[in-house]
T-cell receptor, first 115, second 112 residues
Framework: GAGVSQSPSNKVTEKGKDVELRCDPISGHTALYWYRQSLGQGLEFLIYFQGNSAPDKSGLPSDRFSAERTGGSVSTLTIQRTQQEDSAVYLC?????????????FGEGSRLTVL | TQLLEQSPQFLSIQEGENLTVYCNSSSVFSSLQWYRQEPGEGPVLLVTVVTGGEVKKLKRLTFQFGDARKDSSLHITAAQPGDTGLYLCAGARGSTLGRLYFGRGTQLTVWP
C-alpha cells in the first residue's frame, strides 16, 4: 500500500510479557516517528529516527522501551515486561525529511491492551 | 506538563454554527501544524503555519499563527457533520528538530 502500515492493529497481552510493534513507512521517507496516544492525553512523543539512527529518543518512558530501524525502512518498537500503564494506541508516522515543517503521515496505530 | 494547551477539550454544536479552537503555549515554536483525527485512524495534516501572524484558509477553515509564534487558532465557519473529529495542534521547536509537541486535542461533534 501507499501509506504507513502498522501491525498488529490490536494486541492484547498479559502483564509481564514482551510485545513487538511493527511500522512500515512510506517508501522513500527518511524520517520515522513513534508516538503514543492515551485517552485524554493527546500524542506523546517516544522516538524519532532519521535513517537508521535515532537522534532523539528522549520520549521513551523507561528502559523497558526500545526501538530500532533497519535498512532505513521498517521499524520495530519493543516493550519488555509490559505493565498496565503501557496500554495505549501506538502510532507510527513517517515524513519525507525530518525537520520543522515536514508533513507527518500516520499509520492507523497498534492498540495495545495489557491485562 | 503539556507544552501546548488546547481549548476547549470538547465541543458539541449544531450544523451551521461557527466555532474556534485555541492552542496556547508560553513557548515559541518554529512552526505549528493542525491535524484532524477520526476514530480508528491516524491524524491527517490540515495545515502548517510558519510565520508569526500568518493566516491560512482552507475552504471553511481559517488557521492563524500568533504574532509571537506562541499560539494558534482554528476557526470553522458554518460547521458540518463531516467536520466531526479530534483536532490536534502540534508545534515544532528549532532546538528539537524532528520532534513535534502535540496538544491534547479538541473533540468536535457537529449534529445535523
Amino acid at each position: 500500500g501507499a501509506g504507513v502500515s502498522q501491525s498488529p492493529s490490536n494486541k492484547v497481552t498479559e502483564k509481564g510479557k514482551d510485545v513487538e510493534l511493527r511500522c512500515d513507512p512510506i517508501s522513500g521517507h527518511t524520517a520515522l516517528y513513534w508516538y503514543r496516544q492515551s485517552l485524554g492525553q493527546g500524542l506523546e512523543f517516544l522516538i524519532y529516527f532519521q535513517g537508521n539512527s535515532a537522534p532523539d529518543k528522549s520520549g521513551l518512558p523507561s528502559d523497558r522501551f526500545s526501538a530500532e530501524r533497519t535498512g532505513g525502512s521498517v521499524s520495530t518498537l519493543t516493550i519488555q515486561r509490559t505493565q498496565q500503564e503501557d496500554s495505549a494506541v501506538y502510532l507510527c508516522a513517517s515524513s519525507l525529511v525530518g525537520g520543522w515543517t515536514g508533513e507527518l503521515f500516520f499509520g492507523e496505530g497498534s492498540r495495545l491492551t495489557v491485562l | 506538563t503539556q507544552l501546548l494547551e488546547q481549548s476547549p477539550q470538547f465541543l458539541s454544536i449544531q450544523e451551521g454554527e461557527n466555532l474556534t479552537v485555541y492552542c496556547n503555549s508560553s513557548s515559541v515554536f518554529s512552526s505549528l501544524q493542525w491535524y484532524r483525527q477520526e476514530p480508528g485512524e491516524g491524524p491527517v495534516l490540515l495545515v502548517t503555519v510558519v510565520t508569526g501572524g500568518e493566516v491560512k484558509k482552507l475552504k471553511r477553515l481559517t488557521f492563524q499563527f500568533g504574532d509571537a509564534r506562541k499560539d494558534s487558532s482554528l476557526h470553522i465557519t458554518a460547521a458540518q457533520p463531516g467536520d466531526t473529529g479530534l483536532y490536534l495542534c502540534a508545534g515544532a521547536r528549532g532546538s528539537t528538530l524532528g520532534r513535534l509537541y502535540f496538544g491534547r486535542g479538541t473533540q468536535l461533534t457537529v449534529w445535523p
